[in-house]
């Protein structure tokens, strides 16, 4: 469900981005996302929201993250298409997962890289390529 929400969300921000910028639609789509978060957080009672403080400062700053998507994809969107656009971004984020596994970054278990996972990687540059070409 996520990779159809990323792959609707992606295009409709894109199209939000071209009428009315990339900054003014990665702040609605922010906002949005703070309101349903919030309505969230209060049918979950809160969770354990209380915590944030001992959270280390990389992860709250990571919704800027949010706004390099947002800008890159105003910028590819129009340029290559939907399906260009989110293929590189499909790549993009399993090459960081590859990274982020591999050394075992923000306390992810490591999982390093092997000839399995290489092969992997080749296959999923040749099925990029072959769907932006």
Do not use: N
């Amino acid at each position: 469900m996520g990779g159809i929400a990323v792959g609707t969300q992606a295009p409709i921000a894109g199209a939000m981005g071209q009428r009315i910028g990339g900054a003014s639609s990665s702040l609605i789509v922010h906002l949005g996302g703070a309101l349903a978060s919030l309505a969230l957080l209060i049918a979950r009672k809160g969770e354990l929201i209380h915590e944030w403080r001992s959270l280390p400062w990389y992860m709250l700053g990571c919704g800027a993250l949010g706004l390099v998507l947002y800008l890159s994809l105003t910028h590819t969107l129009p340029k290559v298409g939907a399906t260009t656009a989110i293929t590189l971004l499909i790549v993009g984020q399993l090459l960081a997962g590859l990274v982020i596994d591999h050394f075992g970054a923000f306390g992810i278990t490591t999982r390093a890289v092997d000839a399995s996972r290489v092969g992997a990687v080749l296959l999923l540059l040749a099925g990029a390529y072959l769907m932006v070409r």
